[in-house]
């Protein structure tokens, strides 16, 4: 199984997600599962941001080698679920590719449970903002990524 989190950049958001979903997947005996980031915007090569580095580093994490890049058509082709971090993405990628998987989420969808509910928030993108911001983000995605990781589990 493949699946991408997407936000705007890939620098903040959707790279957090990843990296923490790899972790959880792994202590969760998911480790077959392959997780990517990626971003709408298609900026390419740039690292995760410094505020981005620091909340995982706090968390025991590491996104030291992430470096951006876009989404692609090929990728919505390939992967088995997409999961985004506000509503404007998911209008991107149905405007880049209507093909591809359906399995298309907002991050928020799992925050209440391992079930996907409709009408979830946007994760607010932290970037230009103090620290907190990223923080609170972060604590967002480990909540909804612990659900997400419960979905799988129970989807096997």
């Known amino acids: ?21 790899r972790h959880r997947l792994a202590s969760s005996g998911l480790s077959h599962v392959v ?13 995760a941001s ?4 620091e909340v995982l580093r706090e968390a025991g994490l590491d996104l030291i080698g992430h470096r951006s890049r876009g989404i ?9 679920l997409v999961i985004v971090m506000a509503l404007t993405h998911l209008q991107e990628l149905e405007r880049l590719s209507r093909s591809g998987t359906r399995k298309r989420y907002l991050l928020r969808a799992f925050e209440q449970g391992p079930e996907p509910h409709d009408g979830a928030p ?15 983000a972060f604590a967002v995605i480990r ?14």
């Open 1 to 21: 199984m493949r699946m991408v989190f997407v936000c705007s950049g890939n620098i903040c958001r959707s790279p957090m997600a990843a990296e923490y979903a």
């Open 35 to 47: 997780v990517d980031s990626a971003g709408t915007l298609g900026i390419e090569g740039e690292p």
């Open 50 to 53: 410094a505020e981005a580095r």
């Open 72 to 80: 692609t058509e090929g990728d919505l082709r390939t992967v088995d």
């Open 122 to 136: 946007d994760l607010d993108d932290p970037i230009g903002a103090p620290i907190e911001s990223y923080r609170s």
């Open 143 to 156: 909540r909804c990524v612990d659900h997400l990781v419960l979905h799988l589990k129970h989807a096997r």
